[in-house]
Structures are given as C-alpha cells and as structure tokens.
C-alpha cells in the first residue's frame, strides 16, 4: 500500500478507486430517492443550476441518478469478475492436476478462446442466458476467463518447475493437493494483482453492453444503461451523455491505474539513478606518441551514482602489435573496449586524458569527422557471432553499408568489395553467401563475416571483445588465426580482450591485467609464464592446467571474489583475496616500472616473499 | 509441414465454432421461438418457424442439415424482416471489413513510428518524463472504451464543429470519426507494444556491431531496428485486425454503419435467433481465418518463429 503511494499513478488510481468505492456505499441511500422522482413537468431537459446534468424522459435528475448507480454498476463489474477469475483459475490450473492428454485438451482450449475476441465471447453467452443483467454478466465473465486462464497457466509452469513441487512430486503428493498446497499459494500475488486491472476492464465492458441495451434493462440502470438513454440525445444536450461517460472512465481507469502501479511495485528493482559525476582529469603536457597506433591515458567511465567500473587505465598500442586484456568478468575490460570504441551506453560517462587514434585526438574530432574515421579505421568484433549479425539483412549488405556510407560507394561496387572481404576471410563461394542471412551461417563462419565487416575499411585498429568464447575450439583456432593474419597482413594493431590467459597468451605480443577497474601489471607475452609480477597475474596463470599439472590434485582457483566497482576502496582492490596482504596494501600500490616494457602495481612485486608464496 | 498442422488446427477450429453456433440455439433455456415471436403469437406461426429452423427433427439430423446449409451459404431467413440472412450478410459484411480494415491499417501507421520514437527516446532509462507520460498517456487511451471515443468524438466534430458527418455511412469523411473511435485505444495499446520491442531490439548485440560500424543513426533504426520489429508487428496486426472487427460492433452501433455489428445487436434484442446465429458464426469465421493468414505469413517470412512455436 504505502509502495503504492509513491507513484503518482498509483495515487490518482488510489484516490479514483476510494471514491468509487465510497460512492457505491453512500449513493444509493443519498441519492436514490432523487433519482427516483419523476417530475413529468421536467422531463427532458438540458443542463440547468437545479439539474446540473439535465433530466431523463421521466423528468428525473440525471446527476443522482449516476451517483446512485455507482452501486449498481460496481456490483455488475465485481460479479462478473469473480465468475470470469473464478472459471479462469480452474481453467489455468487443470492442466497441472488432470491427466497429460486431458491437460493438453484444456490448454488447447484455452489457446483457441484466448485468440478469441472477448466482446463475441460475451455476445454468445448473452444470447444464450437472455437479455439482462444475468446474460451480460455471464457473458463479460466468459469472456475474461480464457486470458486469466492462460496467465494462471503461465505462473503454474513457472512454479511448477520449482524444486519444491519437484520434490512434492516425487514424495507421490496427489497432483490436485500439489495443485492447492504448492501452486495455488504461490502464485496468488501476481493473481491478485491482475484481478485489479481486470476489474477495470470488467467495469467497462459492462457497461458497453448495457449501453448497446444488450445488459442491464428498465426500470434497472447502471452506467451503461444512462449513457444508452442520453445518447439519443446527444445532439440537443451533449451534457446528458457526460456523467454517465465521465464516471465509466473515471472508475474503470482508477482500476488500471492501481494494477498497473501494483504490477510496477512488485517488479521494481532497486536501481535509482544518482548524479553523475565525471571524474576529473588531469591535463596531460607529455608529448604524444606519435607512431603509436592506440594511446589512452587516463580513461575512465563513470555512472551515476559514483559507481566507476574503469579507473584511470592507460594504454599504448604500437602498429601491428597485439594487446591482450585479461581479467575476470566484471574487471572492466570489456568497458574499457566500448569506451575507447566510444561506445558506452547511456548513462555512462567517459573522461580521457587523451585517446589518440592514429595520430589524431578522437575527443576533439567533429562528430561526422569522427564517426567516418572510427567507421573506416577501427574495427570491432564481439563475443557472440550468432546475435551480432542483423538477422533481417543479409550479410553482404552488411559489409557493403560500410563503405556505401563511409566511402560513398555506388551500391555494386560496394558490393563487390563485401564479397571481396568474404573472400579474404575465406568464406567459401563468397558470391553466394554474401546473399544469405546470417541464420545460413554457421558460428564459426559469421565471426568471420563480423571480421570482414571490419576490413571493409582500412583498419588501424581492430578490437575484439571475447571473439572466440561462444566458439568451439577447432573454430576458436582458426578465428585466432585469422585475426592473427588479418594484423599481419594490415599492419593494424590489435586489442584482444579475453579472460582466457591461454588464448591470449598464444596470440599476443603483450598482456594487460585489468583487476576492479584498473591494470595492475603490464608485461611482454614471454614473461607470463616465469616473470610475472603480481599476485593476481601469477595467481591467473597458476589457474592454468597444462600437461605437467597433476590430475590428481583439484585445479588451483583464486578464494573470494572481486570486489564490485563500487565497493573497491582506496587500497589495493586485490588485498582481500591476496595471501601477502599487509599494512601497506591499504594504500593503492601505483603502477610502477619493473623492468623492460613491464609495469606492476604491487608494494610486493619483486619481494623474495612473493616467490615463495605463490610457487 | 508448418502449414499442414496449422491448416488442420483451423479445421479442427472451424468444426468447434459449428457446433457452437449450432449449439446456441439449442442452449437457449425454455421454448425460443415462443420467445422470439412473444406470447400472443398464433400457435401456427411459432410451429412454422420452428419447421423453419428443422427444430423439430432429431438433433443429428439438424446439426447435418446446419452444416449443409452453411457450406451452401445458406443461413436461414429472418424471423422479424422476412429477408434471407445470406443476403444481410453479403450486404453488410463488406462494410465491417472496410472500417475495421481501414482502421487497423491507419492503427499501425500511427503506433509502429510512434512506439519506436518512444523507445529510442527511452533507450536505457534515457529521458524518465517522456516514459513516464508515455506509458501513463498510452494506459490512460486504452482504458477508454470505443463507444465512448465515438461519443465524444461525435459531440466534438459533428455536433460542436459541424465537420464531420455523426451517422451512416456516405462518402470518405463518413469513414474519418468511425476509424478514429476504432484506433484511439487501439493505437495506444500498439505503440507500448512497438516501444517495448524497439527496446529489445535496441539492446540486441547486431545494433551494438551496427553501432562499431558508425552508422548513421537514422540508418540504424530505419534499416537496422525496424525490420526487426515486423515479425511482431505482424502478429499484433492480425490480432489488431480480430480486435477491431470485434470493437467495430460498439462503433457500428453509435454511428449507425450499415455494417454487421448493428445488425448483431439488433437482432440479439428482437430475439430475431437466425439472424444472430448467423452474424455471430462470420465473427468466427473471420476471427480464425484471419489468424490462419497471418500464421502462414508468419511462418514464411520468419521460419524461425514457428519452429520455436511448435
């Protein structure tokens, strides 16, 4: 309740269905009598100071009259709504309790009436239970029953699956006490909270059949029945049709105000957007690299709540040269990617330093300039080749977009070069495959397509966020290879992101170790194995089985987790799981020269101690 | 294969919504032909209307005959107007189809563009107010019934304005406040469909990689995003269409089209049994045959759907 004050649906909905509810009890006796009265002398008239909404053809009020329906009309809506729940629940649960082919009967039946318009449902059943009240009602709760039925049958599966129902089962429950005891009470919150929006329809449909005459008949009148008898005259008092109108709408949208806010309620989660604040930068006066092909420094992402998932990395790619980025998932290296790919999605903020590609600052680049030179000089592949591809285009006019938009191509000789680049992937009888969706590919094959979308152009820069991680492993070696040859043969530099220390330590030249946000050791590919200098590093690559490991002793992991971007505090994020943590760890070792090409943040790294504890 | 099983779920269909139409009649309590013609009525007349409906003959007999006479196109005569209800419905459908046509037609026009702005302009929680009068903007139109956007709609235009036409059909303007009572509520509801699916679409791994393809943006969504979304706006479409056949009843009735709806609902309070019988039985029909269409439609254009539905 108080969940549904915090809303402001829920309050206009609250506040609707309270006064109806309150006019429903106090109508009937406050103005029954009025509405009643029949003045022959003033029959028929418009609006006036003592008939605010005019008077009916007997000369009664028609504003009391609305008010003391309201009973009338409620009473009909709830009626029909407890005979529509009521039909629709049995309906949803009997396929959990009756025999498989007696349950397959049902649902289809259920399946077949839900496609069913509900008004034709109800028709039906008034035509067959009579004009009246009784027949409308019928018919509104026959026609809620099929789509309460297939929501009851939606939320019984999905307890049904629950290891409690499972373990009923197999203790030989009976299946309707499993349906009564298991099912039933677990699924009557979400039940409940569609009974209230179910109750506005109900209302409303009501009185849509009362108004084509076809419910609720004279001397009786709800809502439905007074607009009918005011609609004949609308063209002279258009005033006689608003109240019953107003009250239909007003208590029927007070229902679907306070469903929906219920069904918001149960489904919120906690995340409540705070403010966003940039990291600050400091200006960077060191002359930039100027053969190098990627430099960052200082990149950082922020979100809004201060939560900062990449801290300040800094790196450095030379032509030809491939980097691999390696952490556990959640470490940023795939944020890392996006923002230097300037792809981090709202609400995420990137800050840089500097981030030059090829010589030029992207950050002060025109947003055409900028997008025409990333378009044609970085190329990017991701994880899953099977969701990357556009399933409604076909491949070849993904890669010949490329250089119809970026290089203004004419259409076939855009086209010619995608099937070139197919070619140069080697994608077998690529004049074929470049018209086929990419539903006709395999996996193997549509990474190389994505691939080949980034040799449309002249890439600098290839990044590859986990390219071979939802790939068989005879597929995993030749997307390696290819991306392998695809830099030898370009020149561009390569960034590979991958949290396999294997793959990456058979493809790169260089790894980075990014742990909660930041890269705490830089090293040559060589050194891995030997040279490593921090715990984290040395603990990734102890995780490694090879042909020496001894299969009888359990692979070696690393205890606890990673702290998440937001708890990491101002020591070494590592500190917690690291077995040589002490005082000074509670300060943030900076990354510091350890040799050549190699950098390590570590108050450890060197020390003799770190060699005897992780050997 | 798709298509075989789908053609023999509407046959199986087609026989249920016989048997029910036959049915209905029979399930009417007490003596409906007494009921229809009224207690006065001379005792020949309500024996020669029953000989009419072969209410007489065994059940299996009758439900035999029903049959013959539906594939034959004949539904019986009318108890009130005398007329051969073939011939009512042969007048009027035409009419229903062409409003609750033309209104799904403007319905999806309107609610596709207008659900996709909503959710490129709410992508990953961007822009709160617009979500929030969007979602209570669109909940708020469905709520409101049809025949009460016809009444309002008429008392606006026709009666305060003196624009528009408030009844009958005759000539294209007559078709202008029918449709729209028709696709208010309509639309609303198919533009939270079409936003919440731009949304799934809009976080779909193909989007990103057109995204790292610096795409222009117009390009994503147009080229990108939307074709994606026909699938489902397909299958709203021919639930739309059944939707609004049904809907137009409410509406034929206010703005007296010549259509099937007014019909139904006259003859349903003059008891006039055959003619309802009849009218209810093509709201099936259409109903079935219009989900068969879009079924098979679906199963060509996307072959991927059907195998996950089946």
Redesign the interface.
């Known amino acids: 309740m108080r969940q549904l004050l915090r809303t402001?649906?829920g309050v206009i909905g609250l506040a609707l269905v309270a006064a109806t509810v309150i006019l429903a009890i106090v109508g009937p006796p406050i103005w029954g009598e009025a509405a009643e009265t029949i003045d022959a002398g003033a029959a028929l008239q418009g609006a006036s100071a003592e008939h605010l909404l005019g008077t009916d053809n007997l000369g009664r009020d028609i504003l009391a009259r609305v008010l003391a329906a309201t009973r009338f009309s409620l009473l009909l809506a709830v009626l029909a709504t407890v005979i529509g729940v009521g039909l629709g629940l049995l309906l949803g649960v009997l396929p959990s309790v009756l025999p498989r082919r007696a349950a397959r009967l049902v649902t289809g039946a259920v399946n077949?009436l839900v496609?069913?318009?509900?008004?034709?449902l109800a028709?039906?059943t008034?035509?067959?239970?009579?004009?009246g009240a009784r027949g409308a009602v019928l018919g509104i709760g026959m026609a809620i029953a099929p789509g309460f039925a297939r929501l009851t049958q939606t939320l019984a599966a999905s307890v049904a699956g629950a290891d409690y129902v499972a373990a009923a089962r197999l203790l030989g429950v009976p299946r309707w006490k499993i349906a009564t005891r298991h099912v039933l009470p677990n699924i009557a919150e979400p039940v409940i909270l569609n009974v209230t929006a179910v109750l506005?329809t109900g209302l409303?449909?009501m009185?849509?059949m009362s108004?084509?005459?076809?419910g609720v008949q004279p001397p009786e009148y709800d809502w439905g029945r007074l607009?009918n008898e005011g609609?004949g005259r609308?063209?002279l008092d258009?005033v006689v049709?608003l109240g019953p109108?107003a009250a239909?709408?007003l208590a029927?949208?007070g229902f679907?105000?306070v469903g929906?806010a219920l069904a918001k309620s149960a489904a919120r989660t906690s995340?409540s957007?705070g403010p966003v604040s940039a990291a600050e930068v400091a200006p960077d006066d060191s002359a930039p690299d100027a053969d190098a092909v990627l430099e960052v420094k200082d990149l950082t992402v922020t979100f809004p709540g201060g939560v900062t998932p990449v801290r300040g990395i800094s790196l450095t790619l030379a032509p030809g040269e491939i980097v691999g980025l390696v952490g556990e998932s959640g470490s940023g290296k795939s944020l890392s990617a996006f923002a230097i790919?300037g792809?981090v999605?709202?609400?995420g903020t990137v800050t840089s330093g500097r981030l030059r590609l090829n010589g030029t600052e992207l950050t002060e680049l025109g947003q055409a300039k900028r997008?025409?030179l990333?378009?044609t000089s970085?190329a990017?592949v991701?994880?899953?080749p099977m969701?990357?591809?556009?399933?409604?285009?076909t491949v070849g006019g993904q890669l010949a977009?490329?250089a119809t938009?970026?290089q203004g191509a004419k259409r076939s000789a855009a086209w010619a070069r995608a099937v070139d680049r197919l070619k140069h992937v080697r994608i077998p009888d690529p004049e074929k495959r470049a018209r086929q969706h990419p539903?006709e590919f395999s996996g193997g094959m549509r990474q190389r397509a994505?691939i080949a979308?980034g040799l449309m152009g002249s890439p600098k820069l290839i990044i590859a966020d986990e390219p071979t991680t939802a790939l068989d492993v005879t597929v995993q070696r030749q997307i390696l290879k290819l991306l392998r040859e695809v830099s030898a043969d370009t020149g561009a530099a390569a960034l590979f992101i991958s949290h396999d220390i294997a793959v990456v330590s058979e493809l790169c030249h260089r790894v980075v170790v990014m742990y909660a946000g930041r890269i705490v050791e830089e090293l040559p590919v060589s050194e891995l194995a030997g040279g490593a200098a921090h715990p984290y590093t040395k603990a990734l690559v102890a995780s490694l089985p090879d042909l020496d490991t001894d299969k009888g002793e359990p692979l070696a992991a690393i205890p606890g987790t990673q702290p998440a971007p937001a708890e990491a505090g101002t020591g070494c994020a590592f500190a917690a799981r690291c077995a040589l943590a002490d005082q000074r760890c509670g300060e943030r070792p900076p990354l510091k020269e350890f040799g050549k090409a190699h950098t390590v943040a570590c108050w450890h790294a060197g020390t003799v101690e770190i060699e005897v504890a992780t050997r | 294969m798709f298509a075989l099983r789908r053609l023999i779920r509407f046959a199986v269909s087609m026989v249920v919504l016989i048997t029910a139409s036959f049915a209905m009649i029979h399930l009417i309590p007490g003596d409906p032909i007494r009921a229809a013609l009224g207690m006065n009525a001379p005792l020949e007349l309500v024996n020669q209307r029953r000989a009419e409906l072969g209410l007489d003959d065994p059940i299996p007999m009758q439900l035999l005959a029903y049959v013959q006479q539906i594939l034959g196109g004949d539904f019986g005569t009318s108890f009130m107007t005398r007329e051969p209800v073939g011939q009512i419905i042969a007048d009027r459908l035409p009419h229903t189809l062409a409003l609750a046509g033309a209104a799904t037609i403007f319905t999806l026009i309107v609610a596709v563009p207008l659900g996709m702005w909503a959710g490129i302009r709410t992508e990953n929680g961007r822009n709160r107010g617009t979500e929030l009068g969007f979602t209570s903007g669109t909940g708020a139109l469905t709520v409101v019934p049809e025949f009460l956007y016809s009444i309002a709609l008429i008392v606006v235009f026709s009666i305060a304005l003196g624009w528009l036409p408030p009844a009958g059909r005759d000539g294209l303007d007559s078709y202008i406040l029918p449709v729209l009572a028709l696709s208010i509520g309509a639309i609303a509801m198919v533009a939270r469909l079409a936003r919440v699916e731009t949304l799934r679409e809009l976080g779909a791994d193909y989007v990103r990689l057109a995204r790292a393809k610096r795409l222009p943006v117009l390009r994503i969504y147009l080229r990108h995003v939307l074709p994606n979304t026909l699938t489902s706006t397909l299958t709203v479409g021919g639930l739309l269409l059944t939707g609004l056949i049904a809907g137009s009843v409410l509406v034929e009735f206010v703005f007296a089209w010549p259509g099937l709806g007014g019909r139904m609902v006259e003859s349903i309070t003059q008891k006039d049994y055959p003619v309802a019988q009849a009218i209810i039985f093509v709201y099936g029909a259409i109903v079935l045959v219009v989900n068969l269409i879009v079924d098979l439609l679906l199963s060509k254009l996307d072959p991927k759907s059907t195998i996950k539905e089946t």
Do not use: C, W
Request: negative net charge; proline residues 9%; aromatic residues 10%.
């Open positions: 402001p649906t077949a496609a069913f318009p509900a008004l034709l028709m039906f008034a035509v067959v239970s009579g004009l506005g409303v449909a009185a849509g108004f084509l005459g076809l607009l609609f609308i063209y258009p049709a109108a239909i709408i029927g949208l679907n105000m929906e995340a957007a790919g792809l999605p709202y609400p997008r025409k990333l378009g970085m990017m991701f994880q899953d969701a990357s591809l556009n399933p409604a285009l977009e490329v938009v970026h539903h994505v979308i």
